[in-house]
């Protein structure tokens, strides 16, 4: 898979992610691609090494399902993350 179809997986995986996940998570569009793509990476880093899956279609189940998986873990992340700084300036 080429970088454009990765920065697409990434931004349609980011935006599944966003739509899976309650809650009200920031970010926009540019928010949601690099959120979608280091999920897209992270997904497929764990799906290939836990499961053997490989991220080299882009139309594959398994692609899409790492994609989506790995953007739900850094988007869980990136939740606790910014309301932690957002309850420390709250109280400060």
């Keep these: 898979?080429?970088?454009i179809a990765y920065l697409i997986l990434g931004?349609?995986?980011g935006a599944i992610a966003k739509a899976i996940?309650?809650?009200?998570?920031g970010g926009g569009l540019i928010a949601t691609l690099i959120i979608g793509v280091i999920g897209a990476m992270l997904g497929g880093w764990?799906?290939?090494a836990i499961f053997g899956a490989e991220m080299t279609k882009f139309f594959s189940l398994s692609t899409w399902l790492c994609a989506i998986g790995g953007?739900?873990?850094v988007l869980l992340i990136?939740?606790?993350i910014t309301n932690k700084m957002g309850k420390k300036s709250k109280t400060a």
């Design 11 to 13: 931004l349609i995986a």
């Design 21 to 25: 996940l309650p809650g009200k998570q």
């Design 1 to 3: 898979m080429g970088f």
């Design 46 to 48: 764990i799906g290939g």
């Design 71 to 73: 953007s739900l873990i």
């Design 78 to 80: 990136w939740g606790f």
